[in-house]
């Protein structure tokens, strides 16, 4: 299993970014994938996530409303739609996938991609 986020960079206060995570050996039935981002002297927190079988999918009160995962199986990728960026969305995202077929986002995740940094700023 292996990941790989991208698409982060500078964008303004109420900009949008859309991040990428390209994935291989993750299959839909099988796993729960998930963002996490984690901002400078903070502890990293999730973001979304979205469970097996495209179950469901959840968000973190921070970005309810502002933030959409959505998944394209045909691409092995899983997307986030950012909307409406704050300063206080900076951070490194991280996006990442675990095991899991009973359709739950686990607290813990197994395999991890590289992050990328999101900068909101004027």
């Known amino acids: 299993v292996q990941l790989q986020a991208s698409g982060g960079g500078l964008v303004q206060p109420g900009g949008s970014l859309r991040l990428t995570c390209a994935t291989s050996?993750?299959?839909?039935?099988?796993?729960?994938t998930g963002w996490f981002r984690q901002a400078p002297g903070k502890e990293r927190e999730g973001v979304s996530c979205i469970t097996n079988d495209d179950g469901m999918i959840f968000y973190a009160d921070s970005v309810k409303g502002r933030f959409t995962l959505s998944r394209d199986i045909a691409k092995k990728g899983v997307y986030l739609q950012m909307n409406n960026l704050q300063p206080e969305d900076t951070a490194v995202y991280y996006c990442?996938?675990?095991?899991?077929?009973?359709?739950?986002?686990?607290?813990?995740?197994?395999?991890w991609g590289q992050g990328t940094l999101v900068t909101v700023s004027s």
């Open positions: 050996g993750v299959t839909p039935d099988h796993y729960a």
């Open positions: 990442a996938a675990v095991y899991s077929r009973d359709f739950t986002c686990p607290k813990n995740y197994t395999y």
